[in-house]
């Protein structure tokens, strides 16, 4: 049955929405009555982090019971809700949308058949959310939405594609709030949308779709506080075999080892950003580098994809709220048209709509197959 369907009869009332929100040491929750959010916070994991090498079905079995704990503390049961939506995690590739929460999907993140990445956890925590009691699961624009324009799957070695991984739900939820801004239809928009966190995502979005993006998670792209970015690649196949490293050593080194914390030895942007206020030079060079490589990719988009023709740059993460950062920035890529700022990710906040789209019939989930 589908789910536009299914939910027919039900939509004169408001919805009751749990939203989660998996990250490295918490996951971040949230209670929506329709769209509009009741409560929020994020539950520590730090004793579950310590077990990250454990099964995802048993973290998720941690995480979830230490959730259900605050629930009951703030007076709801799982029972009282109608959805539970999650961010997404590594599954094949999908088209953007939301998707129910089955079986294949959750066997998939379990076994970590396309990778492993704490955001596994969330459609298996949704899932047991709900299970038995009436509720629906979905995720929305996982990490691994694929919308890749052909020329841009090409990588300059035909056993090696270009694979789209990146903050597609973060992305898609403020480049739709910016085109509306502009007066236009997010179908129609051309524009950058940077994602600026952990790690760095900068998008071209193109007729509704991220056409071309780098691979935030695997090292494509600018550095960040805790990733290389793209490195020069025979320097570092000699640093691998110089150095002794397996395929999970190098792996871990490039993607949570490098970056601005491998120079200045933090990957806290607020910290790095009081040291250049202070007049820190190496903390100057280094942050300096960071955004010039950011702008680097934003440029290559503009070039490449739009042929300068950009309707607005969009920064978002929490590196968004820095001021050096911002300014430096504007100061590379504001010939390009608007430069605007939304340091708050809205995350939470997509999830629940996305949920409620479903729930209102107004678009249907799709199904992971």
């Keep these: 049955m589908k789910d536009s369907q299914a939910f027919s009869g039900k939509k004169m009332r408001t919805p009751l929405i749990f939203v989660i929100n998996p990250g490295s040491t918490s996951t971040k929750l949230a209670v929506f009555k329709g769209l509009r959010r009741r409560l929020e916070w994020s539950h520590s994991h730090l004793r579950e982090n310590e077990v990250y090498y454990s099964s995802m079905k048993e973290l998720a079995g941690l995480r979830t019971a230490g959730i259900l704990e605050d629930l009951a503390v703030k007076g709801y049961h799982p029972g009282d809700f109608d959805l539970a939506v999650a961010r997404g995690g590594l599954l094949k590739p999908l088209r953007g949308g939301v998707y129910r929460v089955n079986r294949k999907m959750v066997e998939d993140l379990a076994a970590c058949i396309y990778g492993r ?170 942050y300096r580098a960071f955004v010039y490589q950011v702008a680097r990719e934003i440029g290559a988009l503009a070039a490449s994809v739009f042929n300068g023709r950009v309707d607005a740059v969009v920064l978002s993460g929490g590196i968004a709220a820095g001021g050096y950062f911002r300014r430096w920035l504007k100061k590379h890529v504001g010939f390009l048209g608007p430069v605007y700022a939304f340091p708050r990710t809205g995350e939470m906040e997509a999830l629940a709509a996305g949920g409620w789209e479903v729930w209102m019939g107004k678009t249907r989930a799709r199904t992971y197959r």
């Design 117 to 286: 990445h704490l955001s596994n956890l969330g459609a298996i925590m949704a899932q047991r959310m709900v299970a038995g009691r009436g509720g629906k699961a979905y995720v929305v624009n996982p990490v691994v939405v694929d919308e890749l324009a052909p020329v841009a799957r090409i990588s300059g070695l035909p056993a090696i594609a270009r694979r789209s991984i990146f903050h597609a739900l973060n992305q898609k939820a403020i480049a739709a709030r910016v085109a509306s801004r502009l007066g236009k239809d997010y179908r129609s928009a051309r524009l950058i949308v940077v994602h600026a966190g952990g790690g760095v995502s900068v998008g071209a979005h193109l007729d509704g779709k991220v056409v071309d993006v780098n691979n935030a998670l695997e090292g494509e792209g600018p550095f960040s506080p805790e990733r290389s970015g793209g490195l020069p690649l025979l320097d570092f196949l000699r640093y691998v075999m110089d150095n002794g490293l397996d395929l999970h050593q190098a792996q871990h080194l490039i993607t949570r080892n490098s970056g601005l914390a491998a120079y200045l030895g933090t990957k806290d942007c607020r910290e790095i950003e009081r040291r250049v206020r202070e007049g820190d030079p190496r903390a100057r060079l280094c």
